[in-house]
């Protein structure tokens, strides 16, 4: 019998003495991260004539206001009032690229014709066609999916504003990181029939499960060589380590969305519903209804958007937006896939995109997730060079 416990003794010893040498090896190969290359194509803007253009261009682009892109690039007006602008480039066999913003939005329109501006003045001619599309929110990107399917026109890649360049909100890596939406969550608008604040407190006690996929399981990987050793030692050993990771994970609202599908209170007696790209938003109601069922409440759907494909970050469109980050922000430790909180429903694009990336060159608060400093004039100067790298190096 002792004999028999002895080996046990030191099989679990041994069993334990690999097991940590196969963690640390991990942990020690998965660390390292060297500094991105930084390459910026020369490009240069008037500051004064630059400010001026954006100060005047808040309902719209204007004939008189940028000259160069006028004479170049022809101008489509569709039926919504949305704009478009077609750049065509030398070799036709290539797929456009799209890049749209809201007509609403007072920074990232003013700043993507600023940056077209220049680099025609600069004598900049694209091999690839670019598209340009400003239009007022769901509806504008409807009325220009409409358009470009109607032309019979597909795009290799399509960049509109959202996520951006944050401080302390990728898992644990302290320093500036690019946030780039690879997919968006779906929602949910449920009237609730019943006690709200009961459903609430059911739904805090019973979350929706996590799980490790899609953007953020991709976004771990590739923050793996900028983590702390703790958090890095997680990360290299899911196959350990994957529940504590999740629960460390769950604790943080930021990266708890990303790993669920999840809920807040809506307006009046309602209850918004975010959906991760991995269930569906029939899904999500039934299992609603399933944990709610003994509390004598009825829910009902209001409104609903199914949640947006994955579009890749191994793409040619990622990795072009990854180096305009680089090369423009010289603070940003990496550029990795993210689950957008976007409220804008880009879905109606994914029949003539082949890859939808939300991102806009713009740092956000940790805690609020508004964009900071984007009213200041070196941060819209940030904006049109990014937006001009991005166009040299996806053309």
């Known amino acids: 019998m002792k004999t028999v416990l002895l080996r046990i003794m030191v099989a679990t010893v041994v069993v334990a003495g690999l097991l940590t040498v196969i963690v ?38 204007d004939q008189g206001d940028y000259p160069q892109l006028h004479e170049h690039l022809e ?42 501006e220049g680099l025609l003045a600069g004598g900049y001619a694209p ?39 944050a401080t302390g909100m990728a898992p644990g890596v302290g320093g500036t990181v690019g946030l780039v939406g690879t997919a968006a969550k779906g929602r949910v608008t449920l009237e609730v029939a019943g006690s709200l604040e009961r459903a609430l407190v059911r739904l805090d006690e019973e979350p929706f499960p996590a799980r490790l996929e899609g953007p953020m399981a991709e976004q771990l990987d590739q923050l793996k060589p900028h983590m702390d050793p703790a958090f890095r030692m997680l990360a290299a050993n899911l196959w350990i380590f994957r529940r504590p990771l999740l629960w460390v994970l769950s604790a943080d609202p930021v990266s708890n969305a990303q790993i669920r599908t999840t809920h807040a209170a809506g307006f009046a007696s309602a209850i918004e519903i975010r959906v991760a790209p991995w269930d569906s938003v029939d899904g999500a109601v039934r299992e609603l209804r399933s944990r709610l069922a003994d509390l004598d409440i009825e829910i009902s759907v209001v409104d609903n958007a199914a949640p947006s494909r994955i579009s890749s970050s191994s793409a040619e469109g990622f990795e072009l937006i990854r180096g305009a980050v680089h090369g423009v922000f ?22 003539v995109a082949g890859e939808i990336y939300h991102f806009a060159p713009v740092r956000v608060d940790a805690e609020t997730h508004e964009e900071v400093e984007a009213q200041s004039p070196r941060a819209y100067l940030d904006m049109v060079r990014f937006y001009a790298e991005v166009i040299r190096r996806g053309s």
Request: charged share 25%.
């Open 127 to 165: 091999e690839r066609t670019v598209l340009l599309a400003f239009g007022s929110g769901e509806t504008g990107i409807r009325t220009l999916a409409s358009h470009l399917e109607g032309r019979g026109v597909r795009v290799e890649w399509a960049l509109i504003p959202g996520a951006g360049l």
């Open 24 to 61: 640390v090896t991990r942990l020690v190969l998965s660390g390292g991260a060297e500094r991105p290359e930084r390459t910026v194509y020369p490009f240069e803007v008037d500051d004064e004539s630059a400010a001026d253009r954006r100060a005047r261009t808040a309902g719209g682009p």
């Open 330 to 351: 010289a603070d940003v430790r990496a550029v990795v896939p993210f689950l957008s909180w976007s409220p804008l429903d880009a879905s109606p694009l994914e029949p």
């Open 75 to 116: 101008r489509e007006l569709l039926a919504d009032g949305s704009v478009v602008y077609t750049w065509e480039g030398t070799r036709g066999e290539l797929m456009p690229i799209l890049l749209w913003a809201s007509s609403d939005a007072p920074e990232a329109m003013p700043a993507i014709l600023e940056a077209v």
